[in-house]
Structures are given as C-alpha cells and as structure tokens.
Antibody, heavy 120, light 113 residues
C-alpha cells in the first residue's frame, strides 16, 4: 500500500524558513516523480511544484508564486521528499500535501497533509 | 499559464439523480502526438486529501465506481456522476498536467438537495 506521510508543519513568522518532509513507503520511491500541492484554509488546490525521478533528470519545476523561495529535493536512499521553504509569506499559510505523480503527470497518491501557518 | 475554470462553483442534486460538472481550459490540453487529453479529475471529501477519479479526461481510476465518468477534449471537459449517492458529497477539481506549471480548477462543491 502506498503511504505518504508529511511532517514539519509549524507556526512560523514571516520571512523565516521551514523544511517539510514526506516519507514514502509501499513503492519504489526512486521510480516516481514527487510533488507538493497546497491548500489554504477553506480554499482550493494550488500546485506548488514537483521533482522528477533520477532517470528523468531529477530536476524540479515550481509555481511562479514560490519560484526562488522554495526548493524541492529528494533522498532516494531514504525514500524522502523535501520542501525547503524560505522567505515565507503570510499567503503561504496552507496545508501542504505530498503527492506521487505518474509518469504522465497526474497525481495518483496524496499524503494527509501538514499545516504551515505563517503569522507574526 | 493555463487557466482552468470550473462551472458551477456549487450545485445541489437529489439522491439518485445526475450531477454534471464542467471544466474549461484557457488553451488546449490535447497533445497531438498521442491524441491524449492531459486532464484529471479529483474528489476531495471534508477533512481528507483529494483522490483521483479520472485521468486522460475519460479513464476511470481503478476502484472508482462506474457512475463516475469523464468526457470532453481540447478545452472543454465534463465530469458526470450518475445516480448520485450520499457519499459523493465532496468538492471536485479538474487538473491539467499538459504543461508546467500544472493548474487546478477552483473546485465545485457538490451537495445533496
């Protein structure tokens, strides 16, 4: 059974940094692209970005709203994906979902999410 | 960026009736080389993460009841739920994975009338 478990969500002040982790199990982690989608309280889904698997270059893509501030990385040896968030803004407040992507790009698995609150 | 616009924002349907949700993309998500539409539908129930229902615009994910169906091509897509059940109360999102940045529709909230 595919499992994605996020951790690292917290209350942080604007301008500070936070790193989220996504621990995966139940599948060969290195074979899949991994992504992050967020959802502000009471709002819709917002695509953050994803990182390709190593066979596809291991590179990452980002939404314009987070490009230059957020970095997605992966440790295939530990089956963990990371979301490093710097220069956080109040508008980054959201539940952050870790996602597994199919080769073609749709999301076939979601974690339960971790809450990030950016507030002074 | 491709803008995904869903309609309606919310709808109420009686049990056993049909629900129809539309999704329009600002540009085509049909990839000509493989004739596939890069469009998925997700269901999100309260307090839960989303779950994929449909991909390639019309392919039902394994385990999804056959009362859920997707149709459309190019820029106009529809999610149809036949014979609505109480457990179908949720917010539904379309998602284009044709290019990056991927984008989602704003969501359609489905309730029981």
């Amino acid at each position: 059974e595919v499992q994605l478990v996020e951790s690292g969500g917290d209350l942080v002040q604007p301008g500070r940094s936070l790193r989220l982790s996504c621990r995966a199990s139940g599948f060969t982690f290195g074979d899949y692209a991994m992504g992050w989608v967020r959802q502000a309280p009471g709002k819709g889904l917002d695509w953050v970005g994803f990182i390709r698997s190593k066979p596809y270059g291991g590179t990452a893509e980002y939404a314009a709203s987070v490009k230059g501030r957020f970095t997605i990385s992966r440790d295939d040896s530990r089956s963990i994906a990371y979301l490093q968030m710097n220069s956080l803004k109040t508008e980054d407040t959201a539940i952050y979902f870790c996602t597994r992507l199919t080769t073609s790009g749709w999301v076939d698995s979601w974690g339960q999410g971790t809450l990030v609150t950016v507030s002074s | 960026d491709i803008v995904m616009t869903q309609s309606p924002d919310s709808l109420a349907v009686s049990l056993g009736e049909r629900a129809t949700i539309n999704c329009k993309s600002s540009q085509s998500v049909l990839y000509s080389s493989n004739n596939k539409n890069y469009l998925a539908w997700y269901q999100q129930k309260p307090g839960q993460p989303p779950k994929v229902l449909i991909y390639w615009a019309s392919t039902r994910e394994s385990g999804v009841p056959d009362r859920f169906s997707g149709s459309g091509s190019g820029t106009d897509f529809t999610l149809t739920i036949n014979s609505l059940q109480a457990e179908d109360v949720a917010v539904y999102y379309c998602h284009q994975y044709y290019n990056t940045p991927n984008t989602f529709g704003q969501g359609t909230k489905l309730e029981i009338k």
